[in-house]
């Protein structure tokens, strides 16, 4: 995995390292059963040794994700927000506490309103509450998808500042957080729990300006960041049946199966190590916020096909078999088809057409 010379010098240099580290993870990583605080350490030493997603290190961030994710996408799935709060503290110019773990709680849902309000202003009040990362806020209200809530220290969530949002940092271990984990009942990643959380006067500290949080390019990268952990959770995939067909070499089917299994993979690879060039060096001209934004879309949407393709024909031409008898199989599947959700399917390629039209980015 990550041998191609498509991938930036900032992934081929660790790609050694990166299938060693796959492999010590599989083998020391939380397994099924346990409480989801035991998946912290983990997460922990992957970020100690991953690069953090910014320009220049690009291919070296995706490549350490994939890996991960290869060998168990439920802890991709803790890695990835954790590293991706990183960065983006880095890139705000502010720090995390030693040994804090963190979650980015960014959604939306119907009904739910998240909102910032400077101390003393009381809930109903609006208008800015901070700049950068210094002051202090009272968050009121319900965030919904905040994977492992109950077990993290920090998140940084996005709140509502009268008609802006904006990105916060908080400590989840104060009074006035709520974790509803009874909410989650997957059946994939069934111990990520991502349920609702409840807010009430919760101090937290603006990081970055109302609106900067989905502005900056870094926004659209953290997004091709999840994509280089699909592709992972495929090639885990990908290797069960590679190594069904090394045994039975006669077997014509298993053949084919891994053929169009290896360009389903090539072609995401091709996506992703092309995209992770542009980050690591984008040349002479600038690119625009839309054209990164563009670039994501198009490289997760490529990314979530081909993942779709191989989760579908392994599982086919394996058989039942798997899945009923070997969890570590059925997790896999289970995990990899609720993650890839993360992509919005038709209302994406909807997304990628409204910008062509309205901006063009396509070389035809």
Known sequence: MLRSSAWPASARSVDADGVEDSARVAAGSWRRGSAPSDRLASVR??????????????????????AVAAADVALARAVE????????????????????????????????????????AGAGATGPVGTGSGGSVLL??????????SVLSHALVTAHVGEDRQLFAVDLRQDGVTVHDEAWVARGM???????V??????????GEPGWYTARPGFAWGGIGVAACWWGGAVGLARLLRDRAAGHRGS???????GATVADLADAEDALAGAAARIDDPGPDATTDREWVLLAQVVRSRVRRSVDAVRERVVRTLGPAPLTADASVAARVADLELY????????????IGRIVVEDGGVAW
């Open 190 to 196: 069934p111990d990520v729990p991502s349920g609702p």
């Open 81 to 120: 927000p954790h590293l991706d709060a990183l960065a983006i503290l880095a890139q705000a110019g502010a720090t995390a506490p030693e040994g804090s773990t963190w979650g980015v709680f960014a959604a939306e849902a119907p009904g739910l309103r998240l909102t910032a309000t400077a101390e003393g």
């Open 198 to 207: 409840d807010f009430a006067g919760v101090r937290a500290t603006p990081v």
């Open 45 to 66: 030493a992957v970020a100690a040794t991953a690069p953090l997603l910014s320009a220049g290190t690009a291919g070296g961030s995706f490549a350490a994700l994939a």
């Open 252 to 258: 014509e089917l298993l053949q084919v199966a891994l």
């Open 140 to 149: 009121h209200g319900t965030k919904p998808w905040c994977s492992l809530a």
């Open 340 to 351: 890839v959700l993360q992509d919005h399917g038709d209302r994406d390629l909807a997304r």
